[in-house]
């Protein structure tokens, strides 16, 4: 059996906790690895590495630090394929879909090449006679990522790059359901020329996060994953006084107007819906149709549903994969099958004819869907797209403001104004016109509203250059002796 273990100090270091977590092949069904499970002690070591590289790793100057990200930039173009299929055989989604992922993860790289202009502070000459004040960016000191499994290629990248480049060190706790990626990073890492330590995978379950959420030394956590547990990670890690930014879940809704192209609309929502097996915390899991066009726009999205290949990666055909576990697959199942007795239409049952073997469900399609229904309120993600019908704008901007989550949502319409006021109005992070899957630039930054995050900043871009930093500000005066003499009254501008 394939064993997984840890990255730590620049070294594959194989596990001691006697605890293992099982790796599935979601496209057969059977077993394909097992990964190590740690314990706190090799928490702790890993993050005694950590702290021990940092003071080397920050006052390594910005160019070298730009130049391990340039080479790293080098490493994972050269290595995308690869890297794919990693993401695919652990994860299940097809190559393309992964090579999709690895593109976006790569800009937050390139994005981090970019450190030394990143990292100017400002700087007021004569802000008070003879003294100038100046602001500084610093490092944190130990940070660590913990990382959901549908993306574990890209997630990493929104934040080791900046992490590292900020001058951090960096401790990745990814999801054991697909661990690999993490591995060939640190690797890839190395090559690039990253002083060993500076970098480490933990592989673990609820006992590593914890363990990283109390340790003393560990000076923020960033997470992605369910909102449960982002709100938990924010409250432990805050409580224990860390700094926190925890993405959680989502139910991102697509709002189409009569005036909208509806085969346009279709496309975008069926790509949205089912790209990924819809397990993407950016895919659309609700449509919400006007009544004046829901009849041809749920006949549009039904029609396109047939021609989806489903199948595993290994068959270069195939559009969508399994979903990552046996259990999550029948948990997605379930909702479909109850779709039905809670008042909604089963428009397409994707439980059928679905490729044996592995954890594979057909797209699913369910109209008229309502809040109080499961399969409107929960967050599914999986390959089950609900059409809700409104009267208009409205009632649709309504739902979408009272959803609990705020993730993603999109516009369909060909009418600027009422985009525009959807921009104006709507309480989402990161809004779509006429584009389904509104996933910033790296030069942006990525983040929900309400309960798709807790914290301040969002991922990535701008912002994760300041989570990943702290602020310093010097006021500063050289010996002038023209001005100097004795004053005891409070400093102020002169
Ligand atoms: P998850 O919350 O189950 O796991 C995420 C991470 O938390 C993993 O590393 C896991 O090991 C750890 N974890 C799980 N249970 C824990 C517990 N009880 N205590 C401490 N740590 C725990 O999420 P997942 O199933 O891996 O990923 C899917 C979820 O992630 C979806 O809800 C999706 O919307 C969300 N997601 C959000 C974004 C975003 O940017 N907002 C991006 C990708 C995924």
């Known amino acids: 059996m394939n064993r997984i273990s840890h ?7 194989e596990g001691t906790s006697g605890r293992s977590g099982v790796v599935w092949d979601p496209a057969t069904g059977t077993q394909q690895a097992a990964v190590d499970l740690a314990s706190v002690a090799e928490v702790d070591h890993a993050v005694a590495v950590a702290k021990a590289a940092f003071p080397a790793w920050r006052a390594t100057n910005l160019s070298r630090r730009a130049e391990v990200m340039f080479h790293m930039r080098e490493l994972v173009d050269a290595n995308r394929k690869e890297i794919a299929s990693l993401i695919s055989k652990e994860h299940g989604k097809v190559l393309g879909d992964a090579l999709g992922e690895v593109a976006r993860g790569l800009e937050n790289i390139e994005f981090a090449c970019g450190i030394p202009n990143l990292l100017k502070g ?3 000459e004569q802000a008070s006679t003879g003294i100038d004040v100046y602001s500084i960016k610093q490092p944190l000191g130990v940070v660590s990522g913990i990382t959901p499994f549908n993306f574990p290629g890209m997630v990493p990248m929104w934040m ?14 990814p999801s054991e359901k697909d661990p690999s990626t993490s591995m060939l990073i640190g690797e890839l890492l190395k090559q690039a020329g990253l002083p060993d330590g500076c970098f480490n995978v933990v592989n673990g379950d609820k006992v590593a996060v914890d363990r990283l959420l109390d340790h003393p ?15 938990y990670i924010y409250e432990t890690g805050t409580r224990n006084g860390k700094r926190v930014q925890a993405l959680g879940g989502a139910k991102n809704h697509m709002l189409v107007l009569p005036d909208a192209d509806l085969d346009m609309a279709a496309d975008a929502a069926v790509s949205a819906a089912y790209g990924s097996a819809g397990e ?28 989806i290949k489903v199948g595993p990666a290994s068959e270069s055909e195939s559009e969508m994969g399994p979903l990552i576990t046996g259990e999550h697959r029948d948990k997605v199942a379930g909702y479909i099958a109850g779709a039905a007795g809670e008042g909604a239409t089963l428009v397409v049952d994707g439980r059928q004819g679905a490729p044996g073997g592995g954890f594979f469900l057909m797209p699913s399609l369910i109209d008229n869907a309502k809040p109080g229904m499961a399969c409107y309120d ?16 409205q009632e649709g901007l309504q739902l979408i403001n009272d959803n609990p989550y ?3 949502t999109a516009i369909f319409t060909r009418d600027g104004g ?10 989402v992070g990161m809004v779509g016109v006429n584009v389904p899957v509104p996933v910033p630039v790296s030069y942006y930054s990525f983040g929900g509203w309400k309960a798709s995050l807790f914290g301040d900043t969002h991922m990535y871009g701008p912002e994760g250059v300041n989570f990943y930093t702290k602020t310093k500000v010097v006021t500063s005066r050289w010996p002038d002796p023209r001005t100097s003499s004795v004053d005891l009254g409070f400093p102020q501008n002169r």
């Open 406 to 408: 705020g993730n993603g």
């Open 122 to 124: 400002g700087y007021s």
């Open 378 to 393: 929960d967050e599914i993600f999986g390959p089950v797209l609900t059409v809700t019908r409104i009267s208009g704008y």
């Open 280 to 307: 993407r915390c950016m895919a659309i899991s609700v449509v919400l149709a006007s009544e004046a066009i829901a009849d041809s726009l749920v006949a549009k999205i039904k029609d396109r549903i047939p021609a």
């Open 7 to 13: 990255w730590i100090d620049g070294k594959v270091v």
């Open 217 to 231: 030394d560990v000076a923020a956590i960033s997470f992605v994953g369910s909102t449960p547990i982002a709100k």
């Open 160 to 173: 080791f790059a900046n992490a590292l480049a900020c001058g951090n060190t960096f401790i990745l706790k």
């Open 418 to 427: 009422a985009a525009r006021q959807f921009e104006f109005d709507v309480q």
